[in-house]
């Protein structure tokens, strides 16, 4: 697989939600910031519809206080990983307490919250327990450095999904933080038990197993399979001295969908933790660049070269002034939708790509004209064959998989040419992660407001060049929005044959 880059009121009140919200919203710190509106709003008509439905107070008071209580952000940017999944996991369980509290009752008050087209759904759960476990594996992190105020069920429901994703290491540290919590009687901390009890055994610690499945039959001590598991797994331990060390690692498969080779992906999360993996053969440097044009003599373009290959890996310091990013953002924001990747032979959302997306054109408005005439002037390229200008933005956990801008062996003939070159603007301080990791130059670019980075993708002889594969780290904490500018070879033949 190649890739390039209640009554009738509530039915109609659920069903609306479900349509627009699609499970999407966790891909897009924009959107998660939204909710925490979304939520205060929510917990207004629940008051407005308490109001006239005192016998069913009880479990809806509990829940407008819970909204209401919770702390409003100031902006995307302040984000971490927990306060994104909270949001995300408390609109979801609200509709599904409403649905259960007023299924008999007249829902009026609550439809106003149709305008919203944001109500988190279950697919938005799993998707911000994933983003989570996709931070523990690629950061080398621990649930509490993730999540220190998680409750029991948060925990068992992050925990599960590692469970479902074969990552038993992570599935486990979830887990195990989850049972202290949970009430030794309820249903969940069975499961909870069960799950953790299967994860032992399969990573080899059996005595482990053991322990978790006398437990449980203490709790159940009828049920045949768990009375089966016990006699098993005490049998295995007489077999053997126990004295075995369990060396676990995580599981990376559910972050790799494009199946990359597994040194590379090592290579690809060293760079996101900020690791050096190469030495330069050669003295890197900067420079003040003005080409020979006038209008940029008192204002040169200001290069830090990060490569010394042919790839011409740059970074256009403070490119874009903060007025410009935040305009970008803003322009943006209002086409945000789901972004897609070239797979299988046509464009679709894919879970190696994690993030929303916006485009625009050039005379979109004197903001973004400015923009393309500064990029012409930095790279000294034709734009006339470029892309639009894309607005993307990432949320809890947003990456996307090591993957090559352009359209290597022929797979896709576009009149235009490939992708020539990839131009990329920083538009916000991002305050942990997000970097972009080039694991076989061995270089990685952190994202500086305003930046710009560059590269070339092809050879001089117009083939793909296989050391550009490149990927975005997943961000850790608040938000990365960048804006992506793709130039084609139609109109720059010449800077290709002297790259």
């Known amino acids: ?11 109609l009140l659920i069903a609306t939600t479900a349509a627009m919200g699609s499970g999407d919203l966790f891909t897009s710190s924009s959107n998660i910031f939204r909710l925490f509106s979304v939520e205060k709003e929510v917990a207004s008509n629940l008051r407005n519809f308490i109001a006239d439905h005192e016998q069913r107070l009880v479990e809806l008071k509990q ?16 984000l971490d990983p927990s306060e994104s999944f909270a949001v995300l996991k408390r609109l979801a369980d609200s509709l599904e307490t409403v649905k259960a509290a007023l299924s008999t009752a007249s829902l009026k008050p609550l439809t106003d919250i149709e305008k919203h087209d944001m109500m988190p759904i279950k697919a938005d759960v799993e998707g911000a327990a994933s983003a989570l476990l996709r931070l523990q594996r690629t950061y080398d992190l621990q649930p509490e450095q993730l999540m220190p105020q998680a409750s029991g069920t948060d925990m068992a429901i992050i925990g599960k999904k590692a469970y479902e994703q074969g990552d038993l290491l992570c599935c486990i540290t979830w887990l195990e933080g989850a049972v202290p919590q949970l009430g030794n009687e309820s249903g969940e901390y069975i499961d909870v038990l069960d799950h953790l009890s299967y994860a032992h055994y399969k990573t080899g610690n059996v005595a482990k197993a053991l322990d978790n499945a006398v437990r449980l039959l203490e ?18 331990l007489a077999r053997s001295d126990n004295t075995t060390v369990i060396t676990l690692t995580p599981n990376y498969d559910a972050d790799n969908k494009l199946k990359r080779d597994q040194k590379e992906l090592k290579r690809f999360r060293l760079l996101c933790q900020g690791k050096k993996l190469h030495t ?3 003295n890197l440097h900067c ?20 490569h010394e290959g042919p790839q011409r890996l740059q970074v256009f310091r403070q490119f874009a002034n903060p007025t410009e990013c935040e305009h970008l953002r803003l322009e943006g924001q209002k086409k945000l939708a789901r972004a897609v990747a070239w797979t299988d032979g046509a464009f679709r959302p894919v879970e190696f790509r994690i993030s929303t997306a916006a485009w625009l054109e050039p ?13 012409n002037a930095a790279t000294q390229l034709n734009l006339t064959s470029a892309e ?13 998989e090591t993957h ?22 920083y538009l916000n301080h991002v305050r942990k992660g997000g970097f972009t990791a080039f694991p076989r130059l061995g270089a990685a670019v952190q994202p500086g407001f305003g930046d710009a980075v560059f590269w070339y993708n092809l050879n001089a002889d117009g083939q793909g060049d296989s050391r550009t594969l490149h990927g975005g780290c997943p961000v850790l904490q608040g938000s990365k929005w960048v804006a992506n500018k793709w130039i084609h070879e139609a109109g720059n033949d010449m800077c290709r044959k002297n790259v």
């Open 1 to 11: 697989m190649r890739v390039i880059c209640f009554v009738t009121a509530c039915s």
């Open 63 to 78: 829940m407008a206080d819970k909204l209401e209580a919770t702390p409003m952000p100031l902006a995307d940017t302040d």
């Open 219 to 236: 709790l159940d001590p009828y049920n045949v399979r768990i009375q089966d598991n016990v006699e098993y797994y005490r049998h295995q």
């Open 280 to 282: 330069p053969t050669r």
């Open 287 to 306: 420079e003040l660049k003005t080409y020979g044009q006038a209008h940029l003599l008192l204002k040169p373009i200001r290069v830090e070269y990060l």
């Open 363 to 375: 005379d979109h408005d004197v903001v973004l004209a400015k923009i393309q005439t500064r990029i």
């Open 388 to 400: 639009q200008l894309q607005i993307s933005n990432y949320g809890i956990g947003g990456f996307y």
């Open 404 to 425: 090559y801008d352009h359209h290597s062996n022929n797979e896709r003939t576009l009149p235009e040419g490939d992708r020539l070159a990839t131009f990329m603007i």
